[in-house]
C-alpha cells in the first residue's frame, strides 16, 4: 500500500504533535492528498474512511521541513583536512574538491541526503546548490529529477558565487560564474520548475550563497529577479564573526545593514544561521518579517555561535530548523536535528522555555513559514497529508513516559513511517522503491573518485 484510496485513518496513535494545538488522539483522516479530519481522542471519524491503520505504537508529528542543506556535500564528510576547522578555513579546504563535481556525482549526493531526510521523518527539504563548475551547468535539473523520483517536496535553490579570490572573495575564481550567467539560470529555472500552486512538489528559490562569495550586484540583482518572478531568497548571513569582520572591512557595514542595502530585508527571504545579530538586527528582521533557519549541528561542528533563536522568534522572526552540510553536520538526520536544536537553545535560554513542543515548531510550522508555505507543517484539515510516524520500540525508549518527549530526550533517529502527500515514502522504517546499499555503493565511489580528481 503506497498511495491512500477513499480515505484512511491513522487511529488512536500513542501520541500526537499536530502543531496547532488540538487534542487529536483519535488520529486523523487522510483523503488523496490531503488530511480530512482530526479525531478527538476516543472519536470516531465523521468523514468515510475505507481503510484503517491501527497507530496505537507510533507518535506521529507533521512532516518535518528542513530549510537549509547542500546535498552535494554528502561527498565529502568527515575529511581529514577540515575535521577540525572553523568555517572560513574548512571553505578554502574543500572548495577545490568541490570544483570537480560532475552531474552524476550530484545525482548521487542529492539521492543520499533526500534518502537520509526521508527516514528520519522529513517530508520537505530546500536545498542550496551553489556550484556549477564546468559540465554542471544543469545541476539543479539534476536535482529536479531525483526529487520527483523520490515523492518529496523540495525548494531547490539556484545557488551563485561571483566574487572569486581575485576580486576579494574567499572561493576559486573557478568556482564562481558571472552575473549575466546567474540570472539568465534563474529566471530559466523559476519558468521550468517552479510550481505555486498548493501541493507543490518542487519549488525554485533564488540563493546567491554568502557576502563573502557573492558581488554586491548580484545580491542587488537577485533580490530585483526574485521581486519580479514572485519567488524566495536564500543565503547564508552572520554565520561567524569571520564573515562580520568581512562585511565591516568591504563593506563598511555590519551584516544586516548590509542585507538591508541589497534590498534584502524582507519577507522573501530566509537566512540560514543567523547567529551574530545585536538586539536592534533581531528587532529589524522581525519587522521586516525575514525568517532564520537554525542549524545547531552545524553550528557546533565548526564552533560558529549560538543563534538566538528564541529572541528572533518572540520579535516575530519564522525560525526553522536546517541539517545544513552535511560536511558540517555531517549527517541529514532532521529528528535528531530537533534534539540539538532542542539541546543547544537550553543552552542560552534555560529548559523551561524551550520545550520539546517548541523544538517540534520550529522543525514544523517555523520551516514552512520560512520557506513560505501554509499547505504544510501543522497537521489539519485541508493541510497537505505529510507526517512522519515513530515507534517507541528500540531499547532507548524503554521506561520513558511521555511519548513527545520521548522522542526527542530519548533520541530518535528513524521513523517507522513517513507519507508525503498522502504517499507512503518510508514503511517498517525502509524507503519503498530505494535500493539503499546499491546506493551507498555507487555514492562512497563516487566520493572516493571526487577526492581523487581533486588530489
Ligand atoms: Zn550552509
Not at 426 to 441: F, K, M, R, S, W
Amino acid at each position: 500500500m503506497t498511495t491512500t484510496a477513499a480515505g484512511l485513518w491513522l487511529k488512536d496513535p500513542l501520541a500526537i504533535y499536530t502543531g496547532d494545538g488540538t487534542d487529536a488522539g483519535g488520529g486523523i483522516v487522510v483523503d488523496g492528498a490531503e488530511i480530512v479530519e482530526l479525531v478527538p481522542p476516543g472519536g470516531v471519524p465523521s468523514s468515510p474512511h475505507a481503510e484503517v491503520f491501527d497507530a496505537s505504537r507510533h507518535v506521529i508529528t507533521p512532516g518535518l521541513v528542513n530549510t537549509h542543506h547542500h546535498f552535494y556535500q554528502t561527498l565529502t564528510r568527515a575529511w581529514t583536512p577540515v575535521v577540525s576547522a572553523e568555517l572560513f578555513p574548512w571553505l578554502k579546504g574543500l572548495y577545490g574538491v568541490w570544483a570537480g563535481l560532475t552531474p552524476r556525482d550530484l545525482e548521487l549526493a542529492t539521492t543520499v541526503a533526500l534518502a537520509e531526510l526521508l527516514l528520519s521523518g522529513c517530508t520537505t527539504a530546500a536545498d542550496h546548490h551553489y556550484l556549477f563548475p564546468s559540465g554542471l551547468e544543469e545541476g539543479i535539473d539534476v536535482q529536479v529529477d531525483v526529487v520527483r523520483r523520490l515523492g518529496m517536496r523540495a525548494t531547490l535553490t539556484r545557488g551563485s558565487m561571483s566574487l572569486g579570490e581575485r576580486d576579494g572573495g574567499l572561493p576559486p575564481q573557478q568556482t564562481v560564474q558571472d552575473a549575466d550567467t546567474i540570472l539568465a539560470d534563474s529566471e530559466r529555472l523559476v519558468s521550468a520548475y517552479h510550481d505555486r500552486r498548493d501541493g507543490a512538489f518542487v519549488q525554485i528559490a533564488l540563493a546567491p550563497c554568502s557576502p563573502f562569495s557573492v558581488t554586491t550586484e548580484v545580491m542587488r540583482d537577485t533580490a530585483a529577479l526574485a521581486k519580479s518572478l514572485d519567488v524566495r531568497l536564500h543565503t547564508h548571513l552572520a554565520e561567524t564573526l569571520d564573515e562580520e569582520d568581512f562585511c565591516r572591512e568591504r563593506f563598511g557595514l555590519r551584516t544586516v545593514d548590509y542585507l538591508e542595502s541589497v534590498g534584502w530585508l524582507s519577507d522573501r527571504t530566509w537566512l540560514a544561521h543567523g547567529i551574530h545579530f545585536d538586539d536592534d538586527e533581531i528587532a529589524r528582521l522581525g519587522a521586516a518579517g525575514a525568517a532564520v533557519s537554525h542549524c545547531a549541528t552545524s553550528n557546533m561542528r565548526l564552533a560558529s555561535g549560538i543563534a538566538r533563536a528564541v529572541e528572533l522568534e518572540e520579535a516575530g522572526v519564522p525560525v526553522g530548523l536546517g541539517v545544513d552540510g552535511s560536511a558540517s553536520n555531517d549527517g541529514s538526520n532532521m529528528i535528531q536535528e530537533v534534539r540539538q536544536a532542542l539541546y543547544l537553545q537550553r543552552l542560552r535560554y534555560g529548559a523551561a522555555r524551550v520545550t520539546p513542543e517548541r523544538a517540534l515548531g520550529w522543525a514544523t510550522a517555523g520551516s514552512a513559514a520560512a520557506l513560505g508555505r501554509t499547505d504544510i507543517g501543522v497537521l489539519s484539515p485541508g493541510r497537505q497529508a505529510d507526517l512522519a510516524m515513530f515507534t517507541l520500540d528500540e531499547l532507548r525508549f524503554s521506561g520513558s513516559h511521555d511519548p513527545l518527549a520521548a522522542l526527542l530526550l530519548c533520541g530518535a533517529d528513524r521513523a517507522d513511517r513517513v507519507m508525503v502527500g498522502g504517499r507512503w515514502r518510508v514503511t517498517d522504517g525502509q524507503l519503498v522503491d530505494l535500493d539503499v546499499p546499491q546506493l551507498i555503493a555507487h555514492h562512497s565511489e563516487s566520493a572516493r573518485r571526487l577526492l581523487a580528481r581533486a588530489a
